[in-house]
């Protein structure tokens, strides 16, 4: 069974740090792009950042270039999203998505983790 399972959310004070984790099981995600999602209440889905699991090449949203950066650990199956100098307009449900390289089909989901920033 394949699995994407986010932890690491929680409630910060603007302007500190979290890292919120992805932890991949089930297949082989050589050939996959791994991507963070974020979500608020009444909001469309917004893209944060993406990394390709072959060759580590990263995009990240303008939003938040400079502040988040996303890596991966290959002996642990899992990606990372490192948030520093964090806003309240960071506050949503991030969720973890992977998509086969070269399309724009997400196969599988996380379940998402809650980031609250408080002012």
């Known amino acids: 069974q394949v699995q994407l399972v986010e932890s690491g959310g929680g409630l910060v004070q603007a302007g500190g740090s979290l890292r919120l984790s992805c932890a991949a099981s089930?297949?082989?995600?050589?050939?996959?792009?791994m991507v963070w999602f974020r979500q608020t209440p009444g909001k469309e889905r917004e893209f944060v950042a993406s990394?390709?699991?072959?060759?580590?090449?990263?995009v990240v949203a303008n939003s938040v270039k400079g502040r988040f950066t996303i890596s991966k650990d290959n002996a642990k199956n899992t990606i990372y999203l490192q948030m520093n100098s964090l806003k309240p307009e960071d506050t949503a449900v991030y969720y973890c998505?992977?998509?086969?390289?070269?399309?724009?089909?997400?196969?599988?989901w996380g379940q998402g983790t809650q980031v609250t920033i408080s002012s």
């Open positions: 089930g297949r082989t995600f050589s050939s996959y792009v």
């Open positions: 990394i390709t699991w072959s060759d580590s090449s990263t």
């Open positions: 998505a992977a998509r086969p390289s070269g399309w724009f089909r997400y196969d599988y």
